[in-house]
């Protein structure tokens, strides 16, 4: 039985229970970190998390080794400074960790930390040794970029090596972007008859300035490394204790207002992308509709964002960099432009200038159009980026603006013109408000339950919808990808459920299905002298776990489409089912509902239908085709280091890039990155839902949904 984690903190301290790691004496916050208060802070983590978590883990052996397990990667993920030997004294600690949480006497991120600032000093060393002596650029030699198929290096000899393959890599590619740059800039010369131009740099002189631009960026990139603190490791390991219980659960240190709206929002003013800190990497987790990052195109979720460069500046490597740190140079003024060097799921890279500017607040809200179909017929097409509502208007009784209502008016609008089929599109909507789920869902069905939601005592309610109208009860196709999750998956998977539409998309959605809450720390103090201590920070934990009206979790699953159809992200590993320690799939009693006309064999025909027409639709079979190249240049982790095969390894990626309709999108670019006046908002606007009506209509997913609801009739 689980008791409340107030109460029993309060019974623990009152009764004396104060173990010899607490000292009540305040110590300020510095680099060398507060012991007594880390204690602290462990201390409840290990008292709290058990009694609050949805999957009744205890502190035992099992966590301690998953918790060591992450704070092993982001120790040193990508293996670039520890040895074997390192590796081997840490994990003599691994079983104590519960333990010594318990008992509030944490060793691991003191131990952690001087064995790799040694190690990084010793590093920095041998780089500027390696940098000095020069590279042969034609010796045929690989190197692996994938650090999971990487062991810990040997010696420092070996450690010598590892990075004598990773520099001589960054010398080739940067000399190979100074060689592009130079032809875009004779090709810009050829434009501007009648101006002096600079006389371009020759081979030799391009060479020495990428080794030059290296060095700097490795001089700079240790300096930052030096800079890491004690208390940054601790509060990296208490996330690692943390994420030991699931992907979503994570210790928040202290934060002045700019890092706590990173780690709550996670959206950048400026780019529109939302980011998280993940083994060492900055990932982007998705992308805000409207923001400037949308707009240009190219910047996907799962893309690891390497470097930031401000406009044409020499970047600025932010692996093993803190969240907030590298949102600070993303960040800048509206107009500037950001180029971010990314790695794609496919181990390919790719440069992406984008002009930082405000969100259009007119892209997050829901879209609608008017398409035609096989034979002529108005079909309607309705977008919902996200689940928004505004809570403090709907609280205050004004107009408050919500997804359900938008939906509903784009729906009867597309009424009036007479369509004869629906395609509702929730592909990349990350979720949202859980109540527009349950509402929207009730725009296509008469009345019944929606979702089940279990919290981590067992008590189980029903979320339905009550409202026994139905704003379109004719045939329905909902699209989806990996990136729909939480209350899309809710929408879909209801509507799945009920029989009500056909779910098209790729092999999943992403699979989140459970609820967060945020508790401040602060709040957890009974003891007057406690409260000498700094701010200790918040926890967010998992806490309830989403079901089907069926029974089955959306959790790790997702929805699963009846029509698969080929995706360039299929053989990504993105996903609840692709996290560390992210929790299973699971099932409860199902509860009554009805069904809808849309039976097995119906389905089924259905299915076969749009497989035929899959085999012979050129849009998706070329996305086919990119796909299994994806996925074949993703199992290939190794890179030659071969000048001669990067070059050509790099043109290959533009014209794949090109193949699946980059065209369209290096148009974005211009638009977005182009100097010159301030536009004329209301024309931007107006060509903006042009190119987005352009776009669907050339989408291949969109063309067979189209096909699929002429099957549905």
């Not at 979720?431 to 979702?451: E, M, R, Y």
Request: hydrophobic share 35%.
């Amino acid at each position: 039985m689980k008791i409340n984690f107030r109460t029993s903190l309060v019974i623990l301290l009152a009764c004396g229970f104060l173990f010899s790691g607490f000292s009540v004496a305040k110590v300020n916050d510095s680099t060398d970190g507060d012991a007594s208060r880390n204690n602290l802070i462990g201390y409840m983590l290990s008292k709290q998390l058990p009694v609050m978590h949805f999957s009744d883990k205890v502190m035992n052996d099992d966590l301690a080794f998953a918790a060591f397990d992450l704070y092993l990667k982001q120790l040193d993920f990508q293996k670039r400074f520890l040895l074997q030997s390192d590796v081997d004294k840490l994990s003599v600690l691994a079983p104590g960790i519960d333990t010594n949480l318990l008992n509030g006497t944490i060793v691991l991120p003191e131990v952690g930390f001087k064995l790799l600032n040694r190690r990084i000093g010793e590093v920095e060393k041998l780089t500027e040794e390696l940098l000095a002596a020069g590279f042969d650029y034609n010796r045929d030699e690989q190197l692996e970029t994938d650090p999971e198929k990487l062991q810990y290096a040997t010696s420092l000899k070996d450690l010598s090596e590892r990075w004598r393959r990773i520099l001589k890599g960054r010398i080739i590619s940067r000399y190979l972007d100074l060689v592009e740059e130079r032809e875009k800039a004779q090709e810009k010369g050829k434009d501007q008859v009648g101006t002096e131009q600079e006389k371009p740099k020759n081979d030799d002189e391009l060479w020495r300035e990428a080794e030059g631009k290296v060095a700097k960026r490795n001089k700079n990139f240790f300096n930052r490394m030096h800079q890491e603190t004690l208390q940054d490791h601790y509060d990296r390991y208490f996330n690692a204790v943390t994420r030991a219980f699931d992907p979503h659960t994570n210790y928040m240190p202290p934060a002045n207002k700019e890092d706590f709206d990173i780690h709550m929002r996670g959206s950048l003013e400026g780019i529109g992308a939302v980011l998280r800190e993940e083994d060492g990497y900055i990932k982007v987790l998705s992308i805000i509709p409207g923001s400037a990052s949308a707009r240009q195109g190219r910047l996907s979720a799962e893309d690891i964002i390497l470097e930031v460069g401000q406009g044409d500046k020499e970047p600025v490597e932010i692996t093993d960099m803190r969240l907030r740190d590298a949102v600070r140079l993303i960040r800048g003024p509206k107009g500037s432009v950001v180029r971010l060097t990314v790695k794609k799921p496919d181990g390919s890279k790719d440069v992406i200038p984008i002009r930082r500017d405000v969100v259009q607040i007119e892209e997050t809200f829901v879209k609608s159009a008017l398409l035609e179909g096989d034979k002529g017929e108005k079909i309607g097409y309705v977008m919902i980026p996200s689940f928004y509502r505004d809570f403090e208007k709907t609280r205050n009784g004004s107009g408050a603006r919500n997804s359900t209502r938008d939906t509903k008016l784009a729906i009867e609008d597309l009424k009036k013109q007479g369509i004869s089929g629906l395609i509702l599109d929730l592909r990349n909507n990350g979720g949202g408000s859980l109540i527009d789920a349950v509402d929207t869902t009730g725009l296509f069905i008469a009345s019944g339950p929606v979702v089940q939601v279990k919290d981590s005592y067992g008590n189980k309610r029903i979320l339905s919808d009550k409202d026994k109208s139905i704003t379109w009860d004719g045939p329905l196709v909902v699209l989806v990808n990996q990136f729909s999750a939480s209350a899309s998956e809710i929408l879909a998977a209801a509507l799945q459920d009920y029989g009500r539409a056909v779910i098209v998309g790729g092999a999943h959605t992403h699979g989140k299905g459970t609820v967060q809450t945020l508790l401040n720390m602060n709040d957890n103090l009974p003891l007057l002298r406690l409260k000498s201590y700094d701010d200790l920070g918040a926890l967010k934990v998992t806490i309830q776990k989403f079901y089907r009206v069926n029974g089955g979790s959306t959790q790790y699953k997702g929805v699963e489409p009846d029509v698969v159809l080929p995706s360039l992200f299929q053989h990504l590993k993105s996903g609840e089912q692709y996290l560390d320690n992210s929790l299973p799939w699971s099932h409860v009693e199902s509860v009554p509902y009805e069904k809808y006309g849309l039976s097995e064999d119906k389905l089924a025909a259905i299915i076969e239908k749009s497989k035929k027409r899959v085999a012979v639709d050129e849009g998706l079979q070329a996305i086919a085709d990119e796909a299994a190249k994806a996925a074949e240049r993703a199992e290939k982790s190794t890179m030659s280091l071969r000048f001669a095969d990067m070059r050509d390894k790099r043109k290959e990626a533009m014209v794949a890039r090109d193949k699946i309709g980059m065209h369209y999108l290096k148009y974005r670019e211009e638009q977005n990155v182009a100097h010159g006046t301030e536009p004329d908002l209301a024309k931007e606007k107006e060509k903006d839902r042009n190119r987005w009506k352009k776009e669907i209509k050339e989408d291949p997913y969109i063309n067979e949904s189209l096909h699929i609801l002429e099957d549905l009739r």
